[in-house]
């Protein structure tokens, strides 16, 4: 299983950006897919999952500013990021579970600068 993301890139504070992540390869059923981040010098934070059944989980920095969905017939995740922050600067992993195994993507980097 590969996983491709898209989306990252400069964005000034206030403004928005979507992530997506396809899966692609001998897939049999994902279960739950994700973003997480890794900011300069700090350690990789899940930023929100979701499930099979659409069930969502959000780190509390990003609490009604991103929405995670997926369309599982594409295989695809995303992430609308809104009101983006500084403090948003980060490499954006996309992963995807599939039964007892982990496939993440190669991250894309969102760098919210003026």
């Known amino acids: 299983v590969q996983l491709q993301a898209f989306g990252g890139g400069l964005v000034q504070p206030g403004g928005s950006l979507t992530l997506s992540c396809t899966a692609s390869?001998?897939?049999?059923?994902?279960?739950?897919m994700g973003w997480y981040r890794q900011a300069p010098g700090k350690q990789r934070e899940v930023v929100a999952d979701?499930?099979?059944?659409?069930?969502?989980n959000y780190i509390d920095s990003v609490k009604g500013r991103f929405t995670i969905t997926r369309d599982n017939t594409k295989n695809t995740v995303y992430l609308q990021m809104n009101s983006l922050k500084p403090e948003d600067t980060a490499v954006y992993y996309c992963?995807?579970?599939?039964?007892?195994?982990?496939?993440w993507g190669q991250g894309t980097l969102v760098t919210v600068s003026s």
């Open positions: 992963v995807a579970v599939e039964g007892t195994n982990d496939y």
């Open positions: 390869g001998s897939i049999k059923r994902i279960n739950a």
């Open positions: 979701i499930n099979g059944s659409g069930s969502t």
